[in-house]
């Protein structure tokens, strides 16, 4: 009689057991939760033999979907920002680009200057790795729940071109200002005749102090050539990329006066939000 009556209560609780799992699936279902849905069993177990506590279950299995949708949400954002390759941080190479201190870009990666809506500029002569630093920050913002777009200094101009043909230009403008970080690559590395140097100073303009830019290029603001006597060359003098250069020992990147070391290797970083503990002279 014993042996029947443990028999019974056994396969009730198997029964039941079988219920509540088709119930946590039609539930995990609904709510969309499919992360949880696959967790929930191992969960159960392990919360078991550990004797968590309901709370701390209920915890556990939120953890995991979250962390499910952020990753899937922040990969959805690095497909949708047009990267032309994938490049991480940790990926950088130092040694090659001399004089770059890893805590300034360690702190870019931070993110801070996207939520302060400023900006970052990485100049440098052609393989400095400007454009791996901008993606590698870039998918940063991603990963963090930002959305992102990158593009060529001349896509963004023949985009830019195309609205205003189609008399678009103002709510293009209004679009890309919901994006909080553009990244806007190869600046000057083709000269931009002067209603193509407006265009990207309205971009700019449109953003200042309302979403950031991360801005590379192989020319220093100063060039003439680089926005041929437009205002897009007034703006970039301004506070809009007003900031820091980072260099050795707080100095600015770059050879001394009569210092003939080769520049070809060097890279210079502009921010208006570095800590004063990595910052360089203003300027």
């Known amino acids: 009689m014993t042996t029947k009556t443990a028999t019974t209560k056994t396969a009730a609780a198997s029964v039941a057991s079988r219920d509540l799992t088709a119930e946590i699936g039609f539930l995990t279902r609904a709510l969309k939760a499919p992360t949880m849905r696959e967790a929930v069993a191992r969960l159960a177990e392990r919360a078991r033999a550990e004797s968590w506590t309901h709370e701390e279950f209920l915890v556990a299995c939120l953890q995991r979907e979250v962390s499910a949708r952020e990753s899937h949400g922040g990969e959805g954002r690095i497909r949708a920002a047009r990267f032309p390759s994938r490049k991480s941080l940790e990926e950088f190479d130092f040694d090659h680009a001399r004089g770059l201190k890893r805590d300034t870009i360690a702190h870019l990666g931070t993110l801070d200057f996207v939520v302060a809506k400023d900006n970052v500029v990485f100049l440098g ?135 003939r070391r080769d520049r070809s290797s060097l890279l210079r970083v502009s921010s208006r939000r570095l800590p004063r503990r990595v910052s360089g002279r203003s300027y």
Not at 233 to 255: N, Q, S
């Open 125 to 259: 002569p052609p393989g400095t790795g400007k454009t791996h630093l901008a993606i590698g920050i870039a998918i940063r913002a991603c990963q963090a729940g930002h959305r992102v777009l990158f593009a060529t200094a001349s896509q963004w101009v023949a985009r830019l071109a195309e609205a205003h043909q189609g008399g678009r230009l103002q709510q293009e403008l209004i679009r890309l200002g919901r994006y909080p970080l553009l990244v806007v690559d190869e600046v000057g590395y083709i000269p931009f005749e002067p209603e193509a140097a407006n265009l990207f100073f309205q971009l700019v303009s449109s953003r200042y102090e309302r979403a950031s830019l991360i801005v590379t290029s192989n020319k220093p603001f100063g060039k003439a050539h680089l926005f041929a006597r437009t205002c897009a060359e007034v703006a970039l003098k301004r506070d809009m990329f007003a900031g820091i250069r980072v260099g050795r020992g707080g100095r600015a990147v770059g050879p001394r006066r009569g210092d």
